[in-house]
C-alpha cells in the first residue's frame, strides 16, 4: 500500500490512501439506518425471500450500474458533483444536477443528524443501565415513556445533536486522510464486530427459527409491481445513489483503481448488511411473540418505533438479566450510532468538498461553519415529534417538519437526481470517455457493453418508475 506524504493529487485535492479505504467509505455512506431497520421491515411487509430475491436483482441489474456511473463521473471530473459535471460539460446547464445533489445533502444533515442523536443517546441509556425496566413498571410504557420524555424534552435532543454534528464536522474538517479514512477504517470493522456479535445473540433465542421462516421464505403471492418498484427504490436509497456521493468519494481515488470491482464491493456489502440486519431484527421479534404472547403485527412496527420503542422492550427480556441488557442493548445503539456518523460524514463531505472546490474555501473553515449551520437548522426538526405543535404532526404543514424534509429529500431530490446523473452518463457526456476513464484502471472492461445498455435504457426507465410512484404516493397522501 502507498500511504506516505502523498496526499494530494494532480489538482491538489485529498486522496484515499488505498482502495480499500475508499471502498469502506463508500460502503459506510450505504450502510445507515436503512439497512438495519429500513430493509428488514421492508422485506417483512413484502413478501419475505420474494421481496428479498427482488431486491437483489435491482441492486444488481439497476443501483450496481448507477453506482459505476457515480464513480466515473467523480473520477473523470475530479471534484465535487458541481464542479465534476462543469468540468465535464462546460458551458452547459448540466451542473445544476450537481447543485440539486449537495443541496440535496445539506437539507438531509439537517434532518439525519436528529434520529443520528438520538441512537446516541440511547447508546448511552444502554450502557448506563437505561434499558433496565424499574420493578413494578410495564416494559412497554416505560419504553413508551422514554422516548417521549426524549422528543418532548429538547433539551437532551438538541445536546445530542449537537454531539453527533460535532464528531461529523471534526472528522470531515480534519481531511480525507487524515479525517475521513482514518476514523472509517476504525469505525467500519467495529460495525462489522457488533453485527457479529448481535447475530449470534439473536439466532440462539427461542422462535428464531420462526422468525427466519417468516424473513426468508418467499411468499410469492404478495409480490405485486408495487413490491417491485418498492424494492427498486428501497435499493436506491440504501446505495446513496442520486446526490453525488460516489462523485464526491470517487474524485478521490487514483486514476489506476478498478471502478466496477470497487462499485461492487460497495453495493456487495450494503446488501449483506442489509440481509444480515433482517437476522438480528426477526428472531429477536419472534422471541418476543413467542415467549410474551405480544401479537405480531404490533411488534412489526415501522421506523422509529420498532427501534426506539420495541426493540429496547426486547432488549431488556433477553435472557442473562442485567448484564445481557447492557451488553446487547449498548452493542446495538452503537451499532446504530456508527452507521448514522458514516453516512453522515458522505453527506457533509459532498457540501464541503463543493465549498472548497467551488468556493476556494479552506476546508477547515468550510466544514465548521457547514457544522455550526447544520446544527442550527438541526434544530427546528428536532422539535417537530411534538415539542413545537406547529412544527409537529397536524400542525403547519399536516405532517411533521421532519417528515417534510424526509419526503422531499429521500423521496423527490434523490430520484430525479439519480435520473440526472443516469441521462448524463448514458446520453449527454459520452459513455466513449466514460469507458476510457474506467479502463485507465481496468483495461479490460468486460462488462462495458452491458453496463452502456443498462445505464443507458434501463437505468433511466427504472428511476423514472420509481420517481413517478413516489410522487403519486405523496400526492395520495401515503
Ligand atoms: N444509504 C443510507 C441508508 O441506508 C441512506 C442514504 C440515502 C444516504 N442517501 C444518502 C446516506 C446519501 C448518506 C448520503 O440509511
Given at each position: 500500500m502507498s500511504t506516505s506524504s502523498d496526499n494530494n493529487n494532480s489538482n491538489g485535492r485529498g486522496l484515499w490512501g488505498s482502495r480499500l479505504a475508499f471502498i469502506l467509505a463508500a460502503a459506510g455512506s450505504a450502510v445507515g439506518l436503512g439497512n438495519i431497520w429500513g430493509f428488514p421491515t421492508a422485506a417483512a411487509e413484502n413478501g419475505g425471500g420474494g421481496f428479498v430475491l427482488i431486491y437483489i436483482l435491482c441492486i444488481v441489474l439497476v443501483g450496481l450500474p448507477v453506482m459505476l456511473a457515480e464513480m466515473v463521473i467523480g473520477r473523470a471530473g475530479e471534484k465535487n458533483p458541481v464542479?465534476?459535471?462543469k468540468h465535464l460539460k462546460p458551458g452547459t446547464p448540466w451542473f445544476l444536477v450537481g447543485v440539486l445533489g449537495v443541496f440535496t445533502g445539506f437539507v438531509i444533515l439537517s434532518?439525519?443528524?436528529?434520529i443520528a442523536g438520538w441512537t446516541v443517546y440511547y447508546f448511552i441509556q444502554a450502557a448506563g443501565g437505561g434499558l433496565i425496566v424499574p420493578e413494578g413498571q410495564e416494559s412497554a410504557e416505560y419504553f413508551g415513556g422514554l422516548f417521549r420524555e426524549m422528543t418532548a424534552n429538547p433539551g437532551y435532543e438538541i445536546?445530542?445533536?449537537?454531539?453527533?454534528?460535532?464528531?461529523?464536522?471534526a472528522i470531515v474538517a480534519a481531511g480525507v486522510q487524515k479525517g475521513i479514512e482514518r476514523s472509517i477504517k476504525v469505525m467500519m470493522p467495529v460495525?462489522?464486530?457488533?453485527?457479529?456479535?448481535?447475530?449470534?445473540?439473536?439466532v440462539t433465542l427461542e422462535g428464531a427459527g420462526e422468525g427466519f421462516r417468516f424473513y426468508l421464505v418467499p411468499d410469492f403471492g404478495e409480490i405485486t409491481w408495487r413490491t417491485a418498484v418498492f424494492a427498486l427504490g428501497q435499493a436506491f436509497f440504501s446505495l446513496s445513489l442520486g446526490m453525488g456521493v460516489m462523485i464526491t468519494y470517487g474524485s478521490y481515488l487514483r486514476k489506476e483503481e478498478c471502478l466496477p470491482s470497487s462499485a461492487g464491493y460497495v453495493v456487495a456489502t450494503d446488501t449483506l448488511i442489509a440481509v444480515f440486519a433482517g437476522l438480528i431484527v426477526f428472531p429477536v421479534i419472534f422471541f418476543m411473540a413467542a415467549t410474551q404472547a405480544v401479537p405480531l403485527d404490533d411488534l412489526v412496527a415501522e421506523g422509529a418505533g420498532l427501534v426506539f420503542v420495541i426493540f429496547p422492550?426486547?432488549?431488556?427480556?433477553?435472557p442473562g438479566g442485567t448484564a445481557a441488557t447492557i451488553l446487547f442493548g449498548a452493542a446495538f445503539f452503537l451499532l446504530l450510532a456508527i452507521a448514522a456518523l458514516t453516512s453522515a460524514i458522505s453527506l457533509m463531505e459532498v457540501v464541503t468538498a463543493h465549498l472548497v472546490d467551488d468556493w476556494k474555501l479552506d476546508r477547515r473553515k468550510a466544514a465548521w461553519g457547514l457544522g455550526g449551520i447544520i446544527f442550527v437548522l438541526a434544530i427546528p426538526s428536532a422539535l417537530s415529534f411534538g415539542a413545537v405543535e406547529w412544527l409537529s404532526e397536524g400542525g403547519r404543514f399536516g405532517i411533521s417538519l421532519f417528515d417534510l424534509l424526509y419526503t422531499l429529500t429521500f423521496q423527490l431530490f434523490l430520484p430525479v437526481g439519480a435520473l440526472g446523473l443516469a441521462i448524463f452518463v448514458g446520453w449527454a457526456w459520452s459513455l466513449k470517455k466514460a469507458s476510457e476513464e474506467i479502463q485507465k484502471g481496468t483495461p479490460n472492461f468486460r462488462l462495458e457493453k452491458l453496463w452502456h445498455f443498462m445505464i443507458r435504457y434501463v437505468a433511466p426507465v427504472a428511476i423514472l418508475i420509481i420517481l413517478i410512484n413516489q410522487i403519486v404516493g405523496i400526492l395520495g397522501g401515503d
Amino acid at each position: 500500500m502507498s500511504t506516505s506524504s502523498d496526499n494530494n493529487n494532480s489538482n491538489g485535492r485529498g486522496l484515499w490512501g488505498s482502495r480499500l479505504a475508499f471502498i469502506l467509505a463508500a460502503a459506510g455512506s450505504a450502510v445507515g439506518l436503512g439497512n438495519i431497520w429500513g430493509f428488514p421491515t421492508a422485506a417483512a411487509e413484502n413478501g419475505g425471500g420474494g421481496f428479498v430475491l427482488i431486491y437483489i436483482l435491482c441492486i444488481v441489474l439497476v443501483g450496481l450500474p448507477v453506482m459505476l456511473a457515480e464513480m466515473v463521473i467523480g473520477r473523470a471530473g475530479e471534484k465535487n458533483p458541481v464542479g465534476a459535471l462543469k468540468h465535464l460539460k462546460p458551458g452547459t446547464p448540466w451542473f445544476l444536477v450537481g447543485v440539486l445533489g449537495v443541496f440535496t445533502g445539506f437539507v438531509i444533515l439537517s434532518f439525519y443528524t436528529v434520529i443520528a442523536g438520538w441512537t446516541v443517546y440511547y447508546f448511552i441509556q444502554a450502557a448506563g443501565g437505561g434499558l433496565i425496566v424499574p420493578e413494578g413498571q410495564e416494559s412497554a410504557e416505560y419504553f413508551g415513556g422514554l422516548f417521549r420524555e426524549m422528543t418532548a424534552n429538547p433539551g437532551y435532543e438538541i445536546l445530542f445533536v449537537a454531539v453527533f454534528t460535532l464528531a461529523t464536522t471534526a472528522i470531515v474538517a480534519a481531511g480525507v486522510q487524515k479525517g475521513i479514512e482514518r476514523s472509517i477504517k476504525v469505525m467500519m470493522p467495529v460495525l462489522f464486530i457488533l453485527l457479529v456479535l448481535l447475530i449470534g445473540r439473536a439466532v440462539t433465542l427461542e422462535g428464531a427459527g420462526e422468525g427466519f421462516r417468516f424473513y426468508l421464505v418467499p411468499d410469492f403471492g404478495e409480490i405485486t409491481w408495487r413490491t417491485a418498484v418498492f424494492a427498486l427504490g428501497q435499493a436506491f436509497f440504501s446505495l446513496s445513489l442520486g446526490m453525488g456521493v460516489m462523485i464526491t468519494y470517487g474524485s478521490y481515488l487514483r486514476k489506476e483503481e478498478c471502478l466496477p470491482s470497487s462499485a461492487g464491493y460497495v453495493v456487495a456489502t450494503d446488501t449483506l448488511i442489509a440481509v444480515f440486519a433482517g437476522l438480528i431484527v426477526f428472531p429477536v421479534i419472534f422471541f418476543m411473540a413467542a415467549t410474551q404472547a405480544v401479537p405480531l403485527d404490533d411488534l412489526v412496527a415501522e421506523g422509529a418505533g420498532l427501534v426506539f420503542v420495541i426493540f429496547p422492550q426486547i432488549l431488556s427480556e433477553l435472557p442473562g438479566g442485567t448484564a445481557a441488557t447492557i451488553l446487547f442493548g449498548a452493542a446495538f445503539f452503537l451499532l446504530l450510532a456508527i452507521a448514522a456518523l458514516t453516512s453522515a460524514i458522505s453527506l457533509m463531505e459532498v457540501v464541503t468538498a463543493h465549498l472548497v472546490d467551488d468556493w476556494k474555501l479552506d476546508r477547515r473553515k468550510a466544514a465548521w461553519g457547514l457544522g455550526g449551520i447544520i446544527f442550527v437548522l438541526a434544530i427546528p426538526s428536532a422539535l417537530s415529534f411534538g415539542a413545537v405543535e406547529w412544527l409537529s404532526e397536524g400542525g403547519r404543514f399536516g405532517i411533521s417538519l421532519f417528515d417534510l424534509l424526509y419526503t422531499l429529500t429521500f423521496q423527490l431530490f434523490l430520484p430525479v437526481g439519480a435520473l440526472g446523473l443516469a441521462i448524463f452518463v448514458g446520453w449527454a457526456w459520452s459513455l466513449k470517455k466514460a469507458s476510457e476513464e474506467i479502463q485507465k484502471g481496468t483495461p479490460n472492461f468486460r462488462l462495458e457493453k452491458l453496463w452502456h445498455f443498462m445505464i443507458r435504457y434501463v437505468a433511466p426507465v427504472a428511476i423514472l418508475i420509481i420517481l413517478i410512484n413516489q410522487i403519486v404516493g405523496i400526492l395520495g397522501g401515503d
